[in-house]
C-alpha cells in the first residue's frame, strides 16, 4: 500500500457526461500529479499541483481540469466525455516539487 | 521532447532465470525511477535512482546519468515478478513533466 488513495475504484458512464475523480495524496506529501494510461497511449503525465498551486501541465486536454484543495486532497474533472477517454487515471504524490512519486491504485473509467 | 526507449518490449524467462531491462534516454533527466506493474494494474516503486546503484533483493538497479541509461536486473526470477516494468524520468525541457517508457512485459513461467 503506497499510502495514495483514489475513489471511486469503477467508473462507467456515457459520452457527453462530466465526471470526477479524487486523490488524496500521502501523509506529508505536497505534490499532487495525474496520469492517464491507456492502451494506445501508455502512461501520459496530465498535470501536476504543489501545495495547491498549478506547477507543471503535460498532455492534458482542455476537456479536462484539476485542482488540489487545502487539505491537499486533489480532483480531476473529465467533461463531455468520449469513447476514447476510457483508461486507467492514476494520481500520484511526492513530498516536494520534484522527486520519487508513489502511485495510487486507480481509477478505471469506461465511457460507453 | 525527451524520449524514454525500454527494451526488450517483451520477455519470457523461465522461473529461476536471471534477466537484465534496460532504459535509455536521450537527454540529460533529473530523476529516475523504475515501477513493476501487476496483473491487477497497480504501480509498484522498485527504486529511486537518478544515478548510482541500488539493490532490493533480488532486485538491483544502475543508472549511469552520463551515458544516459538505466538497467534493472531481476534474479532468480519468481512468476510473481510477471506484469510490466516501467522506467520514468523527470524532464524540465519546456517545462516540467515526468515521461514513462513504453514498458517491458515480462512473463515468467512456473
Known amino acids: 500500500d503506497s499510502g495514495v488513495t483514489q475513489t471511486p475504484k469503477h467508473l462507467i458512464t456515457a459520452t457527453g457526461q462530466r465526471v470526477t475523480l479524487r486523490c488524496s495524496p500521502r501523509?506529508?506529501?505536497?505534490?499532487v500529479y495525474w496520469y492517464q494510461q491507456s492502451l494506445d497511449q501508455g502512461l501520459q503525465f496530465l498535470i501536476q499541483?504543489?501545495?495547491?498551486?498549478?506547477?507543471a501541465k503535460g498532455n492534458i486536454l482542455e476537456r479536462f481540469s484539476a485542482q488540489q484543495f487545502p487539505d491537499l486532497h486533489s480532483e480531476l474533472n473529465l467533461s463531455s466525455l468520449e469513447l476514447g477517454d476510457s483508461a486507467l487515471y492514476f494520481c500520484a504524490s511526492s513530498v516536494g516539487k520534484q522527486g520519487e512519486q508513489y502511485f495510487g491504485p486507480g481509477t478505471r473509467l469506461t465511457v460507453t | 521532447g525527451i524520449q524514454v526507449e525500454q527494451s526488450p518490449p517483451d520477455l519470457i524467462l523461465q522461473e529461476g532465470a536471471n534477466s537484465t531491462l534496460r532504459c535509455n534516454f536521450s537527454?540529460?533527466?533529473?530523476?529516475l525511477q523504475w515501477f513493476h506493474q501487476n496483473p491487477w494494474g497497480q504501480l509498484i516503486n522498485l527504486f529511486y535512482i537518478p544515478s548510482g546503484t541500488k539493490q532490493n533483493g533480488r532486485l538491483s538497479a544502475t543508472t549511469v546519468a552520463t551515458e544516459r541509461y538505466s538497467l534493472l536486473y531481476i534474479s532468480s526470477s519468481q512468476t510473481t515478478d510477471s506484469g510490466v516494468y516501467f522506467c520514468?524520468?523527470?524532464?524540465?525541457?519546456?517545462?516540467?513533466?515526468?515521461?514513462f517508457g513504453a514498458g517491458t512485459r515480462l512473463f515468467v513461467k512456473a
Open positions: 501523509s506529508g506529501d505536497l505534490s
Open positions: 537527454d540529460s533527466v533529473n530523476n
Open positions: 499541483y504543489y501545495n495547491g498551486e498549478e506547477r
Open positions: 520514468a524520468v523527470d524532464s524540465y525541457t519546456g517545462g516540467f513533466k515526468t515521461i
